[in-house]
């Protein structure tokens, strides 16, 4: 499946976001894979981009992106910028996109491949995500592709009331869910939580946040 074809085939698959299918087929993935991979870069399947690291399947990226439920205003966290394809996605559907990644060699390679493509609204930090970026907190929503055990509290401190998260949660190697969270608007009401599909992400790590170096 060529990058084309990419927005109807998500289509068929039940990804009814008009705006999230037109950023995807806006972008081509081959891009954001390494020569070796760029012959299934069409595919619907994750691929590996290094450092026991994968670029999400097409479909988890627009799901994922989907319920966030973005109108183009939003300032954007996201934890796990990976090769920085989700966070391409993001970048066109929102007003700004915070981004931090853990993997020093992935935060460099990204940042550089999203500037030479020419996103200029993604500000990119190297470090530790369930730490998130206090400093640009609170955000209007949330996207974590990597896995931890439980929601970071941070993180969900760091949502502006009435926002939105989604986040795999589970064991590394075991069962993991997608949930969506809403953190309501009421001061000390619980966040609602949906369970939108079993998922298999990386496990999320920590270490020192610092900025990205050129």
Not at 63 to 75: C, N, S
Not at 84 to 109: F, N
Request: proline share 8%.
């Amino acid at each position: 499946m060529g990058d084309r074809g990419r927005a109807e085939y998500l289509s068929s698959q039940g990804i009814r976001d008009g705006r999230v299918l037109e950023a995807i087929s806006r972008l081509t993935r081959a891009d954001f894979v390494s020569e070796a991979e760029r012959l299934e870069a069409g595919a619907d399947v994750p691929l590996p981009i290094g450092h026991g690291q994968t670029i999400s399947q097409p479909y988890v990226v627009a799901l994922m992106t989907e319920a966030l439920a973005l109108k183009g205003h939003e300032r954007v966290l996201e934890i796990g910028t990976g090769s920085g394809y989700q966070t391409a996605v993001l970048s066109l559907l929102c007003r700004e996109v915070y981004t931090v990644e853990i993997v020093p060699e992935l935060a460099r390679s990204a940042r550089w491949r999203l500037l030479r493509l020419g996103f200029e609204n993604i500000y990119f930090r190297q470090g530790d995500g369930t730490e998130g970026w206090p400093e640009q907190a609170p955000f209007d929503a949330i996207l974590v592709t990597a896995a931890p055990a439980e929601v970071p509290s941070t993180l969900l401190g760091q949502l502006h009331r009435g926002g939105w998260m989604v986040i795999p949660v589970g064991p590394t190697g075991g069962t993991q869910e997608l949930l969506r969270i809403h953190r309501a608007r009421e001061p000390g009401a619980l966040p609602q939580v949906e369970s939108l599909l079993p998922v298999r992400f990386v496990p999320m790590t920590g270490g020192p946040p610092r900025p990205v170096l050129p």
